[in-house]
């Protein structure tokens, strides 16, 4: 009995120990990439994993977070990740961008058609408009293509309530802004 | 050497093609039907599913009367098949007298990438389509869209390319699934190192090589090749707010547990 609880608090502590050092390390990796798109001549055409892209804003829902190159979990840890390979931010092309839905992205669930999205990247700052919203399986890799005009594409988990891995993929197109 | 200082000076366009190193000088021994042309190239040369090292090759049209857009790379005796690709039409107001083809030029010392072939005499070509992966690829070193091949094609092209390989040269690689099909000899996908470029015959690459603005390549270094090319999106999924509820529950637990033992009731 004595085991049992000690080994439930323990499993409590180590849980939520776990928690807050995601929290810790999300905040502190945004307030570096916020800093770092400050500082003047910055270049966010850098690639290298883990590197500051730009920042994502949409304002009607409240969302700003720091961009960073990649989409792997670490990277998806501390913000919104660029997937590589897909085009730059106000580039030809596909702008592709992940982040997790219980955290960075979970005001996605709000969106709506006609939305504004930003995305500022030293030195320009490039408008999105969203143009639909839906949701996909997790192979449907086709949102991934390049497009012929500049979009960006928006991708979290599906359905936003989960608790853990979530079977689908919720996706955000919007197209650039003239 | 010589002779691309020569070009050089006299075409000034020739500048931004030979920057690609699209130095590729199709002799041609037309065969009309399939279209056969003969380009020798001293860099390597990306073409759908496989990037061919230097040294001369064949393209010619697959033999099928019902799709006049499937292209064959080949071994310069013909005899192995280095990769079967699809196109699409692709327009020219005007007919040259010359082998015309363009590249997506590469960047930080990435090869080059075919993009169209006009056969001597032709205002119909062949623009190449490019599995996913390889699309993604060239599309985001060079800033402009790269047309895809669809699964289905993939499909019919895997077909037809066990069908064309001779036995006694087996095919050596094949990407993903669903892709595209590629029989290669040389390195498959990832670029090797450029090298010089060599200058082959008749081609007059300037005329109708790409604009400069078009091939104006962004400085990307390599993307990883786990990403976009993955056969999943991303996985969004946080592990905080799971961690967060599996200790909330375990305090919970732990003090229920308390709770009962103090009132005796375990």
Same mark, same amino acid.
């Given at each position: 009995?004595? #085991?049992?609880?000690?080994?439930?608090?323990?499993?409590?502590?180590?849980?939520?120990?776990?928690?807050?050092?995601?929290?810790?390390?999300?905040?502190?990796?945004?307030?570096?990439?916020?800093?770092?798109?400050?500082?003047?001549?910055?270049?966010?055409?850098?690639?290298?994993?883990?590197?500051?892209?730009?920042?994502?804003?949409?304002?009607?829902?409240?969302?700003?977070?720091?961009?960073?190159?990649?989409?792997?979990?670490?990277?998806?840890?501390? @913000?919104?990740?660029?997937?590589?390979?897909?085009?730059?931010?106000?580039?030809?092309?596909?702008?592709?961008?992940?982040?997790?839905?219980?955290?960075?992205?979970?005001?996605?669930?709000?969106?709506?058609?006609?939305?504004?999205?930003?995305?500022?990247?030293?030195?320009?700052?490039?408008?999105?408009?969203?143009?639909?919203?839906?949701?996909?399986?997790?192979?449907?890799?086709?949102?991934?293509?390049?497009?012929?005009?500049?979009?960006?594409?928006?991708?979290?988990?599906? %359905?936003?309530?989960?608790?853990?891995?979530?079977?689908?993929?919720?996706?955000?197109?919007?197209?650039?802004?003239? | 050497?010589?002779?691309?200082?020569?070009? #050089?000076? @006299?075409?000034?366009?020739?500048? !931004? $093609?030979?920057?690609?190193?699209?130095?590729?000088? %199709?002799?041609?021994?037309?065969?009309?039907?399939?279209?056969?042309?003969?380009?020798?190239?001293?860099?390597?040369?990306?073409?759908?599913?496989?990037?061919?090292?230097?040294?001369?090759?064949?393209?010619?049209?697959?033999?099928?009367?019902?799709?006049?857009?499937?292209?064959?790379?080949?071994?310069?005796?013909?005899?192995?098949?280095?990769?079967?690709?699809?196109?699409?039409?692709?327009?020219?107001?005007?007919?040259?007298?010359?082998?015309?083809?363009?590249?997506?030029?590469?960047?930080?010392?990435?090869?080059?990438?075919?993009?169209?072939?006009?056969?001597?005499?032709?205002?119909?070509?062949?623009?190449? !389509?490019?599995?996913?992966?390889?699309?993604?690829?060239?599309?985001?070193?060079?800033?402009?869209?790269?047309?895809?091949?669809?699964?289905?094609?993939?499909?019919?092209?895997?077909?037809?390319?066990?069908?064309?390989?001779?036995?006694?040269?087996?095919?050596?690689?094949?990407?993903?699934?669903?892709?595209?099909?590629?029989?290669?000899?040389?390195?498959?996908? /990832?670029? %090797?190192?450029?090298?010089?470029?060599?200058?082959?015959?008749?081609?007059? /690459? $300037?005329?109708?090589?790409?604009?400069?603005?078009?091939?104006?390549?962004?400085? /990307?270094?390599?993307? %990883?090749?786990?990403?976009?090319?993955?056969?999943?999106? /991303? #996985?969004?999924?946080?592990?905080?707010?799971?961690?967060?509820?599996?200790?909330?529950?375990?305090?919970?637990?732990?003090?229920?547990?308390?709770?009962?033992?103090?009132?005796?009731?375990?």
């Amino acid at each position: 009995m004595l #085991k049992t609880t000690w080994f439930l608090w323990t499993l409590g502590l180590l849980s939520v120990g776990y928690w807050v050092q995601l929290s810790v390390k999300a905040k502190w990796s945004q307030m570096r990439g916020a800093r770092e798109l400050e500082r003047p001549g910055v270049s966010t055409m850098t690639h290298s994993p883990g590197d500051v892209v730009g920042r994502l804003e949409i304002p009607r829902l409240s969302v700003s977070t720091v961009v960073f190159e990649g989409a792997d979990q670490d990277v998806l840890e501390r @913000g919104a990740g660029h997937l590589p390979g897909s085009a730059l931010p106000g580039n030809r092309g596909n702008t592709v961008l992940a982040a997790h839905r219980d955290t960075f992205f979970r005001p996605l669930r709000g969106i709506r058609i006609g939305d504004v999205v930003k995305i500022h990247t030293p030195p320009k700052d490039s408008v999105y408009i969203v143009e639909s919203a839906r949701v996909v399986e997790p192979d449907e890799v086709d949102v991934l293509k390049p497009t012929r005009e500049p979009a960006l594409t928006l991708i979290t988990c599906y %359905p936003f309530r989960y608790i853990g891995p979530a079977p689908e993929r919720f996706v955000v197109r919007a197209v650039l802004a003239r | 050497m010589k002779r691309f200082s020569s070009l #050089k000076n @006299g075409l000034p366009i020739a500048a !931004l $093609a030979l920057l690609g190193c699209a130095i590729l000088n %199709p002799l041609l021994k037309a065969d009309e039907y399939n279209r056969k042309t003969v380009i020798t190239i001293n860099q390597p040369l990306e073409v759908p599913g496989v990037v061919l090292a230097p040294g001369t090759y064949v393209m010619r049209l697959f033999n099928s009367s019902s799709d006049r857009h499937i292209v064959q790379f080949m071994t310069e005796d013909q005899k192995q098949q280095l990769a079967l690709t699809f196109a699409v039409a692709a327009d020219r107001v005007r007919p040259t007298g010359r082998t015309v083809l363009t590249m997506y030029e590469g960047a930080r010392g990435e090869p080059p990438a075919i993009r169209t072939w006009f056969y001597p005499g032709d205002v119909v070509g062949q623009e190449f !389509l490019y599995p996913h992966k390889q699309a993604v690829r060239i599309s985001e070193r060079t800033n402009q869209n790269v047309p895809e091949v669809e699964t289905g094609q993939a499909a019919s092209a895997k077909e037809a390319a066990a069908a064309v390989v001779p036995a006694a040269e087996p095919a050596k690689s094949n990407e993903s699934p669903g892709e595209s099909v590629f029989i290669a000899k040389a390195e498959p996908a /990832p670029p %090797p190192a450029p090298a010089p470029i060599a200058a082959p015959e008749p081609q007059q /690459p $300037a005329a109708e090589q790409q604009s400069p603005a078009a091939n104006n390549a962004q400085a /990307p270094a390599e993307p %990883p090749a786990a990403t976009a090319a993955d056969d999943t999106l /991303p #996985k969004t999924a946080g592990k905080g707010p799971l961690a967060a509820l599996i200790g909330g529950l375990s305090f919970i637990l732990a003090f229920c547990l308390r709770k009962m033992k103090g009132s005796r009731l375990l």
